[in-house]
């Protein structure tokens, strides 16, 4: 992994906890995340604002959710097989833990603080960029700046559908790691969608995505 990542540690047991869920007993990563996560929101937010000089601070934040949130994480994650190297209680083993979106998003998060505690932000910073760079550059904003759901609804105005409707079709976990799962219904042109996230709004914004690729296809077929 530490290849996958073009950084070597000095001090392995960073890793190690870096790498080790709440399940496995302590220490483990949960600490560490919210000094990840502050690293991550930095260095994906700089990235933009110079890439981006023309965007508002509003559509960098939008574009800035899309590259951090739960799912973008988890892919990184499945990149890096991170997930062969997790430390898990055996619970979470039998369950499939090791492929859990939440569980991947949040080590990978906890792997960024363990880097800049092994050497410093700067290199903690450096390696975020290299994970960030491909997708950071494949994006055009007239198409992103907006999230899923304010596209969504702008499509159905400007053909004067109705709004999708969201309704949560299951939610679980404990009050610091819920999952839930979204349904985006649109009635009229009988789309319906789901979607997945750690909070009621990543899962909304998931089957919004899904949603509207659906309704790209719904109108090039002609149908209105």
Same mark, same amino acid.
């Given at each position: 992994?530490?290849?996958?990542?073009?950084?070597?540690?000095?001090?392995?047991?960073?890793?190690?906890?870096?790498?080790?869920?709440?399940?496995?007993?302590?220490?483990?990563?949960?600490?560490?995340?919210?000094?990840?996560?502050?690293? +991550?929101?930095? =260095?994906? !937010?700089?990235?933009? #604002? %110079?890439?981006?000089?023309?965007?508002? @601070?509003?559509?960098?934040? *939008? &574009?800035?959710?899309?590259?951090?949130?739960?799912?973008?994480?988890?892919?990184?994650?499945?990149?890096?097989?991170?997930?062969?190297?997790?430390?898990?209680?055996?619970?979470?083993?039998?369950?499939?833990?090791?492929?859990?979106?939440?569980?991947?998003?949040?080590? +990978?998060?906890? =792997?960024? !603080?363990?880097?800049? #505690? %092994?050497?410093?932000?700067?290199?903690? @910073?450096?390696?975020?960029? *290299? &994970?960030?760079?491909?997708?950071?550059?494949?994006?055009?904003?007239?198409?992103?700046?907006?999230?899923?759901?304010?596209?969504?609804?702008?499509?159905?105005?400007?053909?004067?559908?109705?709004?999708?409707?969201?309704?949560?079709?299951?939610?679980?976990?404990?009050?610091?790691?819920?999952?839930?799962?979204?349904?985006?219904?649109?009635?009229?042109?009988?789309?319906?969608?789901?979607?997945?996230?750690?909070?009621?709004?990543?899962?909304?914004?998931?089957?919004?995505?899904?949603?509207?690729?659906?309704?790209?296809?719904?109108?090039?077929?002609?149908?209105?």
């Amino acid at each position: 992994m530490t290849q996958a990542l073009d950084y070597f540690f000095t001090q392995p047991a960073l890793l190690r906890q870096a790498l080790t869920h709440r399940s496995f007993g302590t220490p483990n990563n949960e600490r560490f995340e919210f000094i990840g996560d502050s690293i +991550l929101n930095y =260095t994906v !937010a700089r990235m933009l #604002f %110079d890439r981006f000089p023309q965007l508002s @601070e509003g559509e960098l934040s *939008r &574009l800035r959710a899309n590259l951090v949130n739960q799912n973008t994480l988890a892919e990184l994650a499945h990149e890096l097989k991170l997930g062969d190297y997790l430390y898990l209680g055996e619970g979470e083993l039998k369950s499939g833990g090791y492929n859990r979106p939440s569980i991947l998003a949040d080590a +990978l998060e906890a =792997t960024f !603080a363990a880097i800049s #505690f %092994d050497a410093d932000f700067m290199a903690a @910073e450096q390696v975020v960029r *290299r &994970l960030y760079a491909s997708r950071v550059a494949a994006i055009d904003p007239t198409k992103h700046a907006k999230d899923a759901k304010t596209r969504l609804q702008e499509a159905l105005q400007a053909r004067r559908h109705t709004l999708p409707r969201y309704t949560i079709l299951q939610q679980s976990g404990e009050a610091h790691e819920q999952s839930f799962r979204v349904q985006c219904d649109l009635a009229e042109l009988s789309i319906m969608t789901t979607g997945d996230g750690n909070s009621r709004r990543g899962a909304e914004q998931q089957a919004a995505e899904a949603a509207l690729l659906l309704l790209e296809q719904h109108f090039a077929a002609g149908k209105k």
